[in-house]
């Protein structure tokens, strides 16, 4: 088991294996989350029942609680891709870094800016400088500073190592976002889904919401591999077998 | 279906203008990410094609 553990790992570890294996895989992610994304929409925008205190007004959380999770989980997979290549030097680590941040970024703006906009019809106004809101956007400024960051130095290795740093150092505002509702008083309402105990929303407005949030996932999975693939393709542009394959891309 | 028409369905109630506002900018959001690295791709493995091009001619006239 720990020798297969660590044989997977020396894989991961290897741009080319990578390539390769990502190369089969990508269908596999693309095409149901296309799939999931679609089925999910149209029935949350047109089958879901109206809320009886929000109206249509509600159906906003299809894409506001997927984005808003998703943001998190891909902050914390970031700050764990960056430890990996603090600790272990894997190259591989700081590419998934990097390809994150900005699709992290993207999905933290879009529960922020959907949030908004739900929050006009429902509490009478756009934002509100609570602690749930100032902490998804200090989420948002995180993810800038990690980009930022990646670049910033002279060589390759230290960027990659004062991204990592400052993604691990913001690790701590996850669980602020998460209890934000519960330990301050907030125009937010509390979390929908909760792992532990049964949700607060009806089935038939549920599935969608959890149609979405895989959705949701597998883009983010697909976006990752197409931005490493580019990384690697990048910097193993010396190697033979990047050259081989420009080579089949000359000819034709 | 929970509307009762098309019209009724683009309506959402009085609250069109949001949900459908919320849905469009998440589209636009999704599509920049999936053309991102498609363009990117284009151009590296461009860039790299050129470079080998040069390399040939180079070596055929030395």
Redesign the interface.
């Known amino acids: 088991m720990w020798e297969a553990l660590k044989r997977l790992y020396h894989r991961m570890g290897s741009p080319k294996w990578f390539y390769e294996i990502s190369a089969r895989w990508l269908p596999w992610f693309a095409i149901p989350a296309a799939l999931f994304m679609i089925v999910g929409?149209v029935w949350g925008?047109?089958?879901?029942?109206?809320d009886y205190q929000q109206?249509?007004?509600f159906?906003?959380i299809y894409?506001?609680v997927p984005?808003a999770i998703l943001a998190q989980s891909a902050y914390a997979m970031m700050a764990i891709a960056g430890a990996i290549y603090l600790i272990w030097r894997m190259k591989m680590a700081a590419w998934v870094a990097a390809a994150i941040a900005?699709?992290g970024a993207?999905f933290c703006?879009?529960a922020l800016?959907?949030g908004a906009?739900?929050g006009?019809?429902t509490w009478g106004t756009w934002w509100v400088w609570d602690a749930r809101l100032t902490s998804m956007l200090l989420l948002l400024f995180l993810y800038f500073g990690v980009m930022a960051l990646q670049k910033a130095m002279d060589t390759e290795d230290t960027s990659a190592k004062a991204g990592a740093i400052l993604s691990l150092v913001g690790l701590v505002n996850i669980p602020i976002i998460k209890y934000s509702v519960e330990w301050w008083n907030t125009l937010h309402q509390p979390a929908t889904l909760k792992l532990t105990e049964e949700s607060t929303m009806a089935m038939d407005m549920l599935i969608p919401l959890l149609i979405m949030i895989v959705g949701f996932y597998l883009?983010f999975a697909t976006?990752i591999f197409?931005?490493t693939?580019?990384s690697v393709?990048?910097h193993e542009?010396k190697k033979n077998w990047?050259?081989k394959l420009?080579?089949v891309?000359?000819e034709k | 279906?929970?509307?009762d028409s098309f019209a009724e369905?683009l309506a959402?109630?009085?609250?069109?203008f949001?949900?459908w506002?919320?849905?469009g900018?998440?589209a636009l959001?999704?599509i920049?990410?999936?053309l991102?690295?498609?363009r990117?791709?284009k151009k590296?493995?461009e860039q790299?094609?050129r470079l080998?091009?040069r390399e040939k001619k180079n070596a055929s006239e030395a």
């Not at chain 1, 925008?45 to 109206?50: D, E, Q, V, W, Y």
């Not at chain 2, 959402?12 to 069109?16: A, I, L, N, R």
């Open positions: 929409t925008l047109a089958f879901a029942p109206a109206g249509n007004s159906r906003i894409i506001h984005a900005p699709i993207s703006f879009i800016i959907t906009i739900w006009k019809p883009l976006l197409m931005r693939r580019n393709l990048w542009r990047v050259k420009v080579q891309q000359a | 279906m929970f509307f369905f959402m109630g009085k609250h069109g949001y949900v506002l919320c849905y900018i998440t959001v999704i920049a990410n999936i991102a690295p498609i990117q791709r590296l493995i790299q094609v080998q091009r």
